[in-house]
């Protein structure tokens, strides 16, 4: 197993204790919680160095990197808001766009293809996971809520355009 294989599936499994620590509440979890998170994430940026650098971009990887992006940036979002901390619309609107990129991806892996990442899209990952992190620390930032509705969107967009010619593959 690679490096970059690892380090996914090592974010996957820093979700459970990131929520757990978020859960236990007071200063010292949200702290404990937010130093997990920053690990998580930091996993985000050491996974792709390496697999780039080592030539270790895998079929496992290029689905799974995503995935595991979803996962924690989704359980982050879903807990911050029972908490309070962001509004439903905003949580409501990432959840979707995932899901439809997942969907998407399946879409594109069952024509036997491997669905690449968009820029947009990995600067929309990496905006929610700062928001993440500033909300942790114990602020709040409008601009960077409007900005990741804006990738969002954006990324959402450019996802469908690049792969229209697959999608027109699909029998409905």
């Known amino acids: 197993m690679t490096i970059p294989s690892q380090l996914i599936i090592l974010r996957i499994f820093l979700i459970l204790p990131f929520l757990a ?4 509440g007071g200063e010292i979890g949200r702290y404990a919680a937010l130093t997990i998170f ?3 994430a930091a996993t985000d940026l050491f996974d792709g160095v390496i697999a780039r650098k080592c030539n ?9 990197d995503p995935l595991a992006d979803k996962l924690l940036i989704c359980s982050a979002l879903i807990a ?9 619309w ?11 990129i997942t969907g998407l991806r399946l879409f594109i892996i069952k024509e036997n293809a491997v669905p690449g990442a968009v820029i947009t899209g ?26 990741i509705v804006l990738f969002t969107i954006i990324s959402l967009a450019e996802n469908f355009i690049r792969n ?6 699909i029998k409905l």
């Open 21 to 24: 620590l978020l859960a236990v």
């Open 38 to 40: 920053i690990i998580a």
């Open 56 to 64: 270790q971009v895998t079929d496992f990887y290029k689905i799974m």
């Open 80 to 88: 911050l808001l029972a908490a309070g901390a962001v509004p439903a």
């Open 90 to 100: 905003f949580v409501i609107m990432i959840v979707f766009r995932d899901f439809i």
């Open 122 to 147: 990995k600067i929309n990952t990496f905006l929610q996971m700062a928001l993440i992190i500033v909300i942790l620390a114990g602020y709040t930032s409008h601009i960077l809520i409007y900005a």
């Open 164 to 169: 229209f010619d697959t999608i027109k593959r």
